[in-house]
């Protein structure tokens, strides 16, 4: 409902999720505080028997319709900026297979091709897309470079780095990141995760809490970025997050106080298969959106790639066959 979502600019999420629960309480309170009708003889004073939370709600509710329809109404289009976003939708079990590197790196180019006859300003591929470190391995870096050099297009990649080459130390750690490659085939920016996921990226408290291995069996060795990046392509600056991090509306708001004109959310759903998940986060992404007024392109290796208007309205999203959006490519 994007007239409500609108409210969201003012009062964040948690202004929405206030009017939705006192409007249930009002009903309720209503219900169970109904007046009964042998001692009301007329309706004057049944209307003076009407909880005062729900003439509150009601009205709340009136004024945050008003105000979205007054914005929306406003709503212009905006600078344009294209971007097309790669949905290579690579099975779970394949991705860090190393039998399967030159068939995901052929998917995910063949469909850059395809999308660069629409002439783009910038090409996204989800997170960890590549397969491989693309920081360090030189052959991988020049392979996407001529790519890039080859489209006459800017690619945003998703990629994890091995921090071995930072410092010795971090032998087995790793960064999950996205990098930006020019057109000329260098890399021009890159932003590490800095909002990890427990349990998936890392085990908390490893050194405090023996967890059972059940639990942490599939936990990663990743380390949390440090730098809050900003990527530059022609006249757009924009920030880029990855996977959750898009669902925290602080954490986003950074990137928008330090310039960032439009988002993207770089993500795997893979691993929730078809559950309800891919598209919760998917309404997180519009909230993000109408809470900042600004763009956001979703890029998911499987998932839901879409993009969202700065009002939180989604203009376009990847589907397939029979209009299916889940392990889909495109």
Same mark, same amino acid.
């Given at each position: 409902?994007?007239?409500?979502?609108?409210?969201? *600019?003012?009062?964040?999420?948690?202004?929405?999720?206030?009017?939705?629960v006192l409007a249930n309480v009002a009903i309720a309170d209503a219900i169970l505080h109904r007046p009964?009708?042998?001692?009301?003889?007329?309706?004057?004073?049944?209307?003076? =028997?009407?909880?005062?939370?729900?003439?509150?709600?009601?009205?709340?509710?009136?004024?945050?319709?008003?105000?979205?329809?007054?914005?929306? =109404?406003?709503?212009?289009?905006?600078?344009?900026?294209?971007?097309?976003?790669?949905?290579?939708?690579?099975?779970?079990?394949?991705?860090?297979?190393?039998?399967?590197?030159? $068939?995901?790196?052929?998917?995910?180019?063949?469909?850059?091709?395809?999308? *660069?006859?629409?002439?783009?300003?910038?090409?996204?591929?989800?997170?960890?897309?590549?397969?491989?470190?693309?920081?360090? +391995?030189?052959?991988?870096?020049?392979?996407?470079?001529?790519? $890039?050099?080859?489209? #006459?297009?800017?690619?945003?990649?998703? $990629?994890?780095?091995?921090?071995?080459?930072?410092?010795? #130390?971090?032998? +087995?750690?790793?960064?999950?990141?996205?990098?930006?490659?020019?057109?000329?085939?260098?890399?021009?920016?890159?932003?590490?995760?800095?909002?990890?996921?427990?349990?998936?990226?890392?085990?908390?408290?490893? +050194?405090?809490?023996?967890?059972? #291995?059940?639990?942490?069996?599939? *936990?990663?060795?990743?380390?949390?970025?440090?730098?809050?990046?900003?990527?530059?392509?022609?006249?757009?600056?924009?920030?880029?997050?990855?996977?959750?991090? @898009?669902? %925290?509306?602080?954490?986003?708001?950074?990137?928008?106080?330090?310039?960032?004109?439009?988002?993207?959310?770089?993500?795997?759903?893979?691993?929730?298969?078809?559950?309800?998940?891919?598209?919760?986060?998917?309404?997180?992404?519009?909230? =993000?959106? @109408?809470?900042?007024?600004?763009?956001?392109?979703?890029?998911?290796?499987?998932?839901?790639?879409?993009?969202? +208007?700065? %009002?939180?309205?989604?203009?376009?999203?990847?589907?397939?066959?029979?209009?299916?959006?889940? %392990?889909?490519?495109?």
């Open positions: 409902y994007p007239v409500l979502v609108q409210l969201c *600019a003012l009062t964040g999420g948690y202004g929405l999720s206030f009017l939705m009964n009708a042998r001692f009301a003889p007329n309706g004057r004073s049944i209307l003076r =028997r009407i909880p005062l939370s729900l003439v509150a709600a009601a009205a709340l509710l009136l004024l945050t319709s008003l105000y979205g329809l007054a914005v929306l =109404r406003r709503a212009g289009s905006g600078d344009g900026f294209s971007i097309a976003l790669v949905q290579g939708n690579i099975p779970q079990e394949q991705k860090w297979d190393g039998r399967h590197r030159e $068939a995901i790196l052929e998917r995910y180019a063949g469909l850059t091709r395809l999308a *660069a006859r629409q002439a783009p300003a910038l090409i996204v591929w989800p997170e960890t897309a590549v397969p491989g470190d693309l920081r360090h +391995d030189q052959n991988l870096q020049r392979r996407l470079g001529r790519l $890039a050099v080859e489209t #006459k297009t800017p690619l945003l990649v998703g $990629a994890a780095e091995n921090a071995k080459f930072t410092t010795k #130390k971090l032998e +087995d750690k790793f960064y999950n990141s996205v990098f930006l490659i020019s057109t000329d085939g260098r890399v021009e920016g890159q932003y590490r995760k800095m909002l990890l996921v427990p349990f998936s990226e890392y085990a908390p408290l490893r +050194d405090l809490v023996t967890w059972p #291995k059940a639990i942490v069996s599939g *936990a990663g060795d990743y380390l949390p970025g440090d730098r809050y990046t900003l990527f530059t392509v022609g006249p757009a600056t924009f920030g880029a997050v990855i996977c959750w991090e @898009a669902i %925290f509306p602080n954490f986003v708001r950074e990137f928008v106080n330090r310039g960032a004109r439009f988002l993207v959310v770089a993500t795997n759903e893979a691993h929730f298969r078809e559950t309800a998940a891919p598209y919760q986060l998917l309404a997180m992404s519009v909230f =993000r959106a @109408a809470e900042n007024r600004i763009a956001i392109a979703r890029s998911a290796n499987t998932g839901i790639s879409a993009l969202i +208007d700065p %009002f939180g309205r989604i203009t376009h999203r990847l589907r397939g066959a029979a209009q299916k959006d889940l %392990f889909v490519e495109g």
